[in-house]
């Protein structure tokens, strides 16, 4: 059961433009989201995060926004720069076992792509 | 950038061999987890540990287990590997907040294993 989802593998976008990028969840009871950035042949690092008391997180050029209605979050990256080509995951609390201990169930990932 | 290792980077093994994977921490982080990578599933958390000897099994544990003797190691061994177990393993650290827990993980350079 794929409680967290990107739906779309891949987005390619032109230098200096916005990229979008989206994740939908399952489970009404998540309150708190991150994402993520993976570069090749290296480990994830943490990009930005919501709770669920705000529809907005804004971090220099990247913003995070909530939809709590239509389980849906999306992370918009203005200006995009080549630099900015990665995978990208969104993440939520993992409560399975009642006790979050930290862990994250992660969606599948989508990669950006950002052509000069 | 967190102090997380993971020995060996990469590994060629064949099937029905066990192997044993390594996660060193230098950051005193009380939780540490171990996670697959592979296209399509994004990351999935095999095992974690709240503690020293503290451990449970995350959502694709089958075929692993792990132990963590002292805080700064958690150990991820592939019991009889298969071909299916042919991923990019990496290992997390977090630490509970002042609210009682930090969903922020800090991940390692990952381990790639290919099982022949």
């Known amino acids: 059961d794929q409680q967290v989802k990107q739906n779309s593998p891949s987005l390619s976008v032109q230098e200096g433009r916005i990229s979008i990028l989206n994740c939908d969840y399952t489970?009404?009871?998540?309150?708190?989201f991150l994402w993520y950035k993976k570069y090749p042949a290296e480990g994830p690092t943490f990009l930005i995060s919501?709770?669920?008391?705000?529809d907005k997180n804004e971090d220099g050029r990247f913003t995070v926004f909530l939809n709590k209605s239509a389980k849906h979050l999306s992370l918009h990256i203005v200006p995009s720069q080549p630099g900015d080509s990665a995978v990208y995951f969104c993440a939520a609390p993992n409560f399975a076992g009642g006790t979050s201990y930290g862990k994250l169930t992660f969606g599948q990932g989508t990669i950006l792509t950002v052509h000069p | 950038d967190a102090g997380i290792t993971q020995s060996p980077r990469h590994k060629v093994t064949e099937t029905g061999t066990p192997v044993t994977l390594r996660c060193h921490q230098t950051?005193?982080?009380?939780?540490m987890y171990w996670y697959r990578q592979d296209p399509g599933h994004g990351l999935r958390l095999i095992h974690y540990s709240y503690g020293v000897k503290d451990t449970d099994k995350g959502e694709v544990s089958d075929g692993y287990s792990v132990s963590r003797s002292k805080t700064e190691d958690f150990l991820l061994t592939l019991e009889s590997a298969t071909s299916s177990q042919t991923s990019v393993y990496f290992c997390a650290i977090s630490e509970p907040g002042l609210a009682g827990v930090s969903y922020e993980q800090y991940f390692g350079p990952g381990t790639r294993l290919t099982v022949t």
């Open positions: 489970n009404s009871m998540f309150d708190y």
């Open positions: 950051e005193n982080h009380r939780y």
């Open positions: 919501i709770s669920s008391i705000k």
